[in-house]
T-cell receptor
Framework: NAGVTQTPKFQVLKTGQSMTLQCAQD?????MYWYRQDPGMGLRLIYY???????DKGEVPNGYNVSRLNKREFSLRLESAAPSQTSVYFC?????????????FGPGTRLTVL | GENVEQHPSTLSVQEGDSAVIKCTYS??????FPWYKQELGKRPQLIID?????GEKKDQRIAVTLNKTAKHFSLHITETQPEDSAVYFC??????????FGQGTRLTINP
């Protein structure tokens, strides 16, 4: 049982390049989330998916798109990366639907945009 | 929407002493309040949580208290040890799906 996994672990992009961050969970959770973590600002929600087939904006969605590919996988895409998107990105999942409210986090992707 | 304020941003205590971190929230409908611990370079991990129908919860050296009237909750760590050094985040629910996090507290335990 791997829990929540993310790829890649590290990435360096040039301004304007695109990339997709991958997230998968094997806990049969319904809800999945993407956060970014910047120094002194805690974890800020980018997008979330309450269930397969649905996605919603969080606090800081500009410059990002997401895809809930199936119940296990939730990807985050940067179409044209900017230096302001340099951050650590965490994916999380939650059982919901009568289960616990606890969110479980992946190991993170450290992204640098030059 | 929900706003969560966390204090202090940094905290340094002597090994064996107690540490207290406080959070306030704005949405009276919030009903779940987790605390996460994040070691350097690692993912946030849940250490304790509390629901709005409970005033206090304890797990060994860690406890959380909730005051719904004042809309604040606190993390208490007793008999601190070097491995307690980390960044701690509080959070509160916003609606049925989301968590809003505080800004984090960097706790340092001095030997």
């Amino acid at each position: 049982n791997a829990g929540v996994t993310q790829t890649p672990k590290f990435q360096v992009l040039k301004t304007g390049q695109s990339m997709t961050l991958q997230c998968a969970q094997d806990m049969n959770h319904n809800s999945m989330y993407w956060y970014r973590q910047d120094p002194g600002m805690g974890l800020r929600l980018i997008y979330y998916s309450a269930s397969e087939g649905t996605t919603d904006k969080g606090e800081v969605p500009n410059g990002y798109n997401v895809s809930r590919l199936n119940k296990r996988e939730f990807s985050l895409r940067l179409e044209s990366a900017a230096p302001s998107q340099t951050s650590v990105y965490f994916c999380a999942s939650r059982k919901s639907a009568g289960g616990t409210d606890t969110q479980y986090f992946g190991p993170g992707t450290r992204l640098t945009v030059l | 929407g929900e706003n969560v304020e966390q204090h202090p941003s940094t905290l340094s205590v002597q090994e064996g002493d107690s540490a207290v971190i406080k959070c306030t929230y704005s949405d009276s409908a919030s009903n779940y309040f987790p605390w996460y611990k994040q070691e350097l370079g690692k993912r946030p991990q849940l250490i304790i949580d509390i629901r709005s129908n409970v005033g206090e919860k304890k797990d060994q050296r860690i406890a959380v208290t909730l005051n719904k009237t004042a809309k604040h909750f606190s993390l208490h760590i007793t008999e601190t040890q070097p491995e307690d050094s980390a960044v701690y985040f509080c959070a509160a629910t916003q609606g049925a799906q989301k968590l809003v996090f505080g800004q984090g507290t960097r706790l340092t335990i001095n030997p």
